[in-house]
């Protein structure tokens, strides 16, 4: 994506409306007036967040064929194919903009665009997609119920659906979780390996910390993030340590310890360079995720040929 527009100071009347109605709470719908620069934000974070749903499908959807039962398949399956229906859900909120699909999915795919650093790591084992659910499901129902109050209406919209298939989601990952942690000593290793793995990667989802967030002053600004990255990563955190206690399972943090005045959970140090490292291009599976990608966009062209041909042959034909 292009560097959003300078933040010009502008006194026109319709930017002081439009800032009126951000600082009393309304919604702002696709045909309002707003300005370029808040325009430019919603489409970068919004097609950043549908492209991660979208590959976000590729890790789970690796174990659909290898799921221990037909329960598990079939839960599996829907979840993946919920997510699929997420980033359909968040590029039509996009279109609403003004930007065509078609472009977003070409920066995806020419790497021009991002997608969430947390699906660029390998699911190793069965017990990575109960942590997959119960961490990083998690962690986007901190961070999308928020996003639910987004003052853009469409994306806010979206979120509310999303989330109610979330908590599905979480719940079907942490019952993994569970069953594997009071299973066999071999079952316990393996869901504590997978915690271990999870757990910093999903610390970075929440994104830069506060003071490296050049996006977060516009979008707390205009309502777009109700909190902070680091507002949020905490939550997170407070909710979580509880439900690993629960299952009796650690999470891979020595600096991990309740401070009772704060009534929060500290943790240590994120491991920044490893974040840069991933949302640069380079983490474990990035090449793999959009080779995937790729491949799928090309094997479907076929559709996208055929729908438009549709669409030209209707827009040709005269009117009954
Ligand atoms: N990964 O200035 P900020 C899901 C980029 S949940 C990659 O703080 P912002 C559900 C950021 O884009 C996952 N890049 O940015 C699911 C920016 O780059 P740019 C998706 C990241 O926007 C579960 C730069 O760093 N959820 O998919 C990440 O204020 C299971 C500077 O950062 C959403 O997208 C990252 N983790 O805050 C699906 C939620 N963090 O564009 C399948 C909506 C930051 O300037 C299976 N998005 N960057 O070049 C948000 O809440 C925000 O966009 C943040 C980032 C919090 C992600």
Same mark, same amino acid.
């Given at each position: 994506m292009s560097a959003p527009p300078p933040p010009i100071p502008d006194d026109s009347a319709p930017a002081v409306a439009f800032e009126a109605r951000i600082d009393a709470g309304e919604t702002i719908e696709p045909k309002d007036w707003m300005p370029e620069r808040y325009r430019h934000q919603l489409v970068r974070m919004m097609s950043q967040h549908a492209h991660s749903e979208i590959v976000g499908m590729l890790p789970e959807g690796n174990w659909i064929t290898r799921a221990p039962s037909l329960r598990r398949k079939l839960c599996l399956l829907a979840k993946v194919q919920?997510?699929?229906?997420?980033?359909?859900?968040?590029? @039509?909120? +996009?279109? +609403?903009?003004?930007?065509?699909?078609?472009?977003?999915?070409?920066?995806?795919?020419?790497? &021009?665009?991002?997608?969430?650093?947390?699906?660029?790591?390998? #699911?190793?084992?069965?017990?990575?997609?109960? @942590?997959?659910?119960?961490?990083?499901?998690?962690?986007?129902?901190?961070?999308? #119920?928020?996003?639910? &109050?987004?003052?853009?209406?469409?994306?806010?919209?979206? !979120?509310?659906?999303? @989330? &109610?298939?979330?908590?599905?989601? &979480?719940?079907?990952?942490?019952?993994?979780?569970? +069953?594997?942690?009071?299973? #066999?000593?071999?079952?316990?290793? !393996?869901?504590?390996?997978?915690?271990?793995?999870?757990?910093?990667?999903?610390? !970075? !989802?929440?994104?830069?910390?506060?003071?490296?967030?050049?996006?977060?002053?516009?979008?707390?600004?205009?309502?777009?993030?109700?909190?902070?990255?680091?507002?949020l990563r905490q939550r997170f955190v407070d909710l979580t340590v509880a439900q690993a206690q629960a299952v009796k399972l650690t999470l891979p943090d020595p600096k991990l310890r309740y401070n009772t005045e704060s009534k929060h959970w500290e943790f240590g140090e994120i491991d920044w360079a490893e974040f840069k490292q991933v949302i640069s291009g380079n983490g474990p599976c990035n090449r793999e995720r959009l080779g995937a990608r790729r491949a799928a966009h090309a094997e479907g062209a076929w559709a996208a040929a055929a729908f438009a041909e549709k669409q030209r042959r209707r827009s040709a034909a005269p009117a009954a």
């Open positions: 919920d997510e699929a229906g997420h980033g359909l859900y968040i590029y @039509c909120a +996009t279109e +609403t903009l003004g930007v065509a699909r078609a472009e977003l999915i070409d920066q995806l795919l020419s790497g &021009k665009a991002k997608y969430s650093s947390i699906f660029n790591y390998p #699911t190793l084992t069965w017990a990575d997609i109960g @942590c997959i659910g119960w961490f990083v499901d998690g962690a986007a129902i901190v961070n999308q #119920t928020v996003l639910a &109050k987004a003052s853009y209406g469409p994306y806010a919209r979206a !979120m509310v659906r999303i @989330c &109610k298939e979330e908590n599905f989601h &979480k719940r079907q990952g942490y019952e993994i979780v569970a +069953t594997l942690a009071s299973g #066999t000593p071999a079952q316990r290793a !393996m869901v504590q390996d997978a915690v271990n793995r999870w757990w910093w990667p999903t610390l !970075m !989802m929440f994104g830069p910390s506060d003071v490296n967030s050049p996006n977060s002053a516009d979008l707390l600004r205009w309502r777009v993030k109700r909190f902070s990255n680091d507002e």
